[in-house]
């Protein structure tokens, strides 16, 4: 039963984990494609300043941070101010990015096929923030959790009376053991059902 009322948490934890995995392996990537294909070096800093304070707003968004001081260093101290004030500051920033490269592609300074890939992984660095959104916004079923605390509760205290004849005064000491077994994965479970604890 244990096992039943953590699994749902954890799968939750661990798919947030490889979310933010693929956040962090997608910025590396983008940062190899805008070598390979800008020639401007103030336009390729730009943007990949514009992407690590999306990895950083990303993470803070998860965790209820404020990580104002780490994009500073970044981005200029307007911008971090006008982001960290957003509901949704790291959709904001990869907006601002897409808006770039857009630019730039008209400009000419970027061709088709370099816009394409740039604009693939940019993509799927939004498929991966929108499903961390997802999963911090929906929390597990209010239904389950009550069918699994009752059936807990009501376990824990049968246990006493079905172990009380082979068992007799010890029956009191092993209910009282398979309780704490279930309260003491409590914590566990509202800690992978709470906040990531992503790290940026």
């Not at 954890?10 to 392996?25: L, V």
């Not at 990580?67 to 959709?91: F, G, H, K």
């Not at 914590?187 to 709470?194: A, E, H, L, R, V």
Request: proline letters at 2%.
């Amino acid at each position: 039963m244990s096992e039943v009322s953590n699994n749902p948490a954890y799968d939750r934890w661990q798919e947030a984990r490889k979310q933010w995995d693929n956040i962090i392996t997608n910025v590396q990537i983008l940062d190899r494609h805008l070598y390979a294909f800008l020639d401007e070096r103030a336009e390729k800093k730009r943007i990949l300043s514009h992407l690590v304070a999306f990895a950083h707003l990303h993470c803070a968004f998860l965790n209820g941070d404020n990580v104002r001081a780490d994009i500073v260093d970044w981005i200029d101290d307007d911008l971090a101010s006008v982001l960290v004030a957003n509901r949704n500051p790291a959709d904001v920033v990869l907006c601002t990015v897409v808006d770039q490269v857009g630019a730039l592609a008209k400009e000419g300074a970027l061709n088709g096929f370099g816009q394409r890939t740039i604009s693939k992984f940019l993509s799927l660095s939004e498929l991966a923030h929108a499903a961390n959104e997802r999963i911090f916004t929906t929390s597990m079923p209010f239904v389950f959790s009550l069918l699994i605390h009752l059936t807990i509760y009501l376990y824990c205290g049968l246990l006493s009376f079905i172990l009380i004849g082979p068992t007799h005064w010890l029956a009191t000491l092993f209910a009282a053991v398979g309780a704490y077994i279930f309260w003491a994965c409590r914590p566990s479970q509202m800690s992978w059902n709470g906040r990531f604890m992503l790290h940026s």
